[in-house]
């Protein structure tokens, strides 16, 4: 395996969206990258077992942390396809069993899409006491034409801690479907974020974080940040159901909207089923503050700089 | 000498009014001068510096603003902000997420932290404590006012427009404002247009404008403009709330 095994045009999206690139490549650095459907990187480390097998139009993978194991340094995935046209699905399969912790950095990136599919079916399981956090931020370059279908379906054992953190703001969305169910079982702990910024008539998303609180003191929280402007498309769904004595959750929502033709749809829901439970909601979606425009134009930015720096700030 | 900015026969109809609360009025300011357009609450000033800046709600009904001889009337603000002109809000808005140095960067053309540091200096911030904070709720009112201060002093402008600086500061650091409009005014040779309805910031100012419910009443030094706000202000009881400087 050469020690850079990605495509210059990935690498710079990967710094675009904020990551250490040096870091993401270092030879030592536990990952696992493909470059569109080959597998171009895996580095393994003790606990850590990271295993592929490519398909016509995609690849399969196991990534295991074994009991008690605790990774010290995140782990980097890179999903990346510099081809303009092209499927590439992926089924991944997390298993993080008892006492194990990891932190995942994943990248997605198709910096030249014009008419890309990317699918991801991914199956989650945490152990008991397990901490599995997961960030994964995309580039879908600059032309809209990426269609990206990410589904998680996500199982977190007795006393365990899952996070997410998904993010796309740079550059067009194009279509990007998000689809994430989480079952949480007795003091688990749940949190749930996603930040995105359809700034074309071209991008459209739809984001369903579903939350099921399914065992006594479980705690999640779902939070929701996106905005829309110059015909953006925004549409997202929070859920959160508590179904076990004692179990909590919330479920912020919060959009901003921008320029003609532009919509931004907020839809919390939540459940209970369980008379010692207890789900709060909150949601906004509005234009843009006015004073901050003027604020940020009185310093020489055009009202989009300025909207974009507002939007930024809050995603 | 040839006036930074002129304001000829300004009229405004502000939003939510149908009468105007700014009349026909005109002042200059001088280059590198601190001038005071004085007066009670309501009497137009906040409507004159939106509308020098060019807020579109605030567009004059009726008049010019010249900025170097130039008509600026119909520029939209980042056109007047590219122009050298800049305001500080009485009350600065917040910004979720936005961090300290990005906030005062936005303003500047070469962006250079030093002069991100030296700014939070001159408004008595230290850089390490503030750079990374966000501008959001977590600042204080004083903190706010302080740092945006610091972002349009970075800038460097040309023309500063300061909207009530002291309002919402304790007292005990009033003075300190008022050394530091000074300080602000040697450190960038801007010229300062400061709106305000205390006569202790007149103080500080080379020349000044007396407005009464929208119109001109006094133009000259602070003492002249005192003179004639004592005089109106002694006339009215509902002015007898703002403190009357008997010593002019």
């Given at each position: 395996m050469s020690k850079n095994p990605l495509p210059y045009e990935i690498l710079e999206s990967a710094r675009l969206v904020g990551f250490d690139v040096e870091t993401m490549i270092k030879e030592e650095t536990p990952k696992f990258f493909l470059n569109y459907n080959r597998i171009v990187g895996v580095k393994e480390v003790e606990g850590l077992i990271l295993a592929g097998r490519e398909l016509e139009n995609g690849v399969m993978a196991d990534f295991i942390v074994t009991s008690?194991?605790?990774?010290?340094t995140p782990v980097h995935l890179c999903f990346g396809v510099v081809e303009e046209e092209g499927t590439q699905e992926i089924v991944p399969r997390f298993i993080i069993d008892d006492g194990a912790q990891v932190l995942v950095l994943a990248h997605c990136s198709f910096p030249k899409a014009r008419n890309l599919t990317h699918r991801m079916q991914a199956e989650i399981i945490l152990g008991k006491n397990a901490i599995f956090l997961y960030e994964e931020r995309h580039y879908h370059g600059e032309m809209g034409g990426a269609k990206v279908f990410p589904k998680f379906r996500v199982d977190v054992g007795d006393g365990s801690f899952f996070q997410s953190i998904f993010s796309l703001?740079?550059?067009?969305?194009?279509l990007l479907s998000i689809d994430v169910e989480v079952y949480a079982h007795t003091a688990s702990r749940i949190e749930i974020v996603n930040k995105a910024y359809g700034r074309s008539s071209q991008d459209k998303v739809q984001i369903r974080d579903a939350v099921f609180l399914e065992g006594e003191n479980a705690r999640g929280l779902v939070k929701l940040r996106a905005a829309a402007s110059q015909g953006g498309d925004v549409i997202m769904m929070g859920i959160t159901e508590a179904n076990a004595p004692y179990a909590t959750g919330h479920v912020d929502c919060k959009e901003i909207v921008k320029g003609e033709g532009s919509t931004a749809r907020a839809i919390p829901i939540v459940r209970v089923g369980d008379e010692n439970a207890r789900v709060t909601h909150e949601a906004s979606v509005g234009k843009v503050n006015q004073k901050q425009l003027d604020t940020l134009m009185a310093r020489g930015l055009t009202e989009q700089e300025a909207v974009d720096m507002i939007v930024q700030g809050m995603l | 000498m040839k006036p930074l900015l002129e304001i000829v026969d300004l009229t405004i109809v502000p939003p939510?009014?149908?009468?105007?609360?700014?009349?026909?009025v005109s002042f200059q300011l001088q280059p590198r001068k601190i001038h005071a357009l004085m007066g009670p609450n309501g009497s137009g000033k906040s409507s004159i510096a939106y509308s020098i800046m060019g807020l579109s709600q605030y567009r004059p009904k009726r008049g010019r603003i010249i900025f170097q001889q130039e008509?600026?009337?119909?520029?939209t603000i980042t056109e007047r902000a590219k122009k050298g002109i800049t305001l500080a809000w009485q009350e600065p808005v917040r910004f979720e997420g936005i961090p300290v140095k990005d906030y005062i960067k936005a303003g500047l053309k070469m962006k250079n932290e030093e002069d991100i540091k030296k700014a939070l200096q001159l408004v008595g911030l230290a850089p390490e404590e503030y750079l990374?904070?966000?501008?959001?709720?977590?600042?204080?009112g004083g903190e706010r006012k302080r740092i945006e201060l610091a972002a349009v002093v970075a800038m460097r402008p040309k023309l500063l427009i300061l909207d009530e600086p002291d309002s919402g500061l304790d007292i005990v650091v009033y003075n300190e404002l008022y050394e530091l409009l000074d300080a602000i005014r040697n450190e960038t040779h801007s010229s300062i247009l400061l709106i305000t309805h205390r006569e202790e910031a007149g103080e500080v100012a080379d020349e000044g404008t007396l407005l009464w419910e929208g119109k001109v009443k006094a133009k000259g030094t602070f003492k002249e403009i005192m003179k004639k706000y004592c005089e109106l202000a002694g006339r009215k009881i509902k002015c007898q709330r703002i403190p009357c400087p008997t010593k002019y």
């Open positions: 008690g194991k605790k990774i010290k703001t740079k550059g067009s969305v194009g | 939510g009014n149908s009468q105007p609360i700014v009349k026909s008509d600026i009337t119909h520029l990374e904070r966000k501008v959001d709720n977590s600042l204080s």
